[in-house]
């Protein structure tokens, strides 16, 4: 139990647009999802908190505009990042907290590589 | 403020050897530690956290709150726990996870 999917798990695109990152917990209800950004070789650095129905909050250096954020049900948050940039080319790993899980305890995605050209 | 750190970038051990990953932490709060692992290509997985003082493929770590650390040992290393391994301290407040920069852990055989 307690499987966190993202898909895509890789995409490649144009500067200038946009692109959907989908985070599902699959055999659990998650109460909060956390989207993280992982440069090549470094630690995951967390970009935002998600509780369903409410808004996002954005960790301090995140752009809401450019990286939206939308947790329309329990078991889906997708990150939009807007008009991407090639600076935004990175690692996107979201993770879920719920279900069997002990409080606090987080289950991880596999990540979405972006490659924006 | 709020702070994981692992002093160590890469660890290398030959297998059979003793190996010891140090975290240390900065948190006016209570601490809740944790130590993530991430294969090769596979997604990151929770190792053990310190309140459930388990001992998970061997690999044990014990909340020094006088010296703030939770280093993560392993008496005899395995080739397969060459990865990645990540300290982490989740804030009781927010729930959310402050990860250290991670150590990777090479096994030689």
């Known amino acids: 139990g307690a499987v966190v999917s993202q898909h895509p798990s890789r995409v490649i695109c144009k500067s200038g647009t946009s692109v959907k990152i989908e985070c599902r917990s699959l055999?659990?209800?998650?109460?909060?999802m956390f989207w993280y950004r992982q440069f090549p070789k470094q630690s995951l650095m967390l970009m935002a908190t998600?509780?369903?129905?409410?808004?996002?909050?954005?960790e301090q250096g995140v752009e809401k505009d450019k990286f939206l954020i939308n947790h329309a049900s329990l078991t889906l948050s997708t990150l939009t990042v807007t008009s991407a940039h090639p600076e935004d080319s990175s690692f996107y790993i979201c993770?879920?907290?719920?279900?069997?899980?002990?409080?606090?305890?987080?289950?991880f995605g596999p990540g979405t590589r972006l490659t924006v050209l | 403020a709020q702070r994981v750190t692992q002093p160590e970038k890469l660890l290398s051990v030959f297998k059979g050897a003793p190996v010891e990953l140090k975290c240390n932490y900065s948190?006016?709060?209570?601490?809740?530690l944790f130590w993530y692992v991430q294969y090769s290509r596979q997604r990151l997985q929770l190792l053990l956290r310190?309140?459930s003082r388990e001992s998970i493929k061997g690999f044990t770590a014990d909340l020094n709150k006088g010296e703030t650390s939770f280093h993560l040992k392993k008496p005899f290393a395995q080739e397969e726990d060459s990865a990645m391994y990540y300290c982490a301290l989740v804030t009781s407040n927010t729930g959310k996870l402050i990860f250290g920069q991670g150590t990777t852990l090479q096994v030689k055989p």
């Open positions: 310190h309140i």
């Open positions: 993770s879920a907290q719920g279900g069997q899980g002990a409080d606090n305890e987080q289950f």
């Open positions: 055999d659990f209800q998650a109460t909060t």
């Open positions: 998600s509780n369903e129905g409410s808004k996002a909050t954005y």
């Open positions: 948190y006016s709060g209570s601490p809740e």
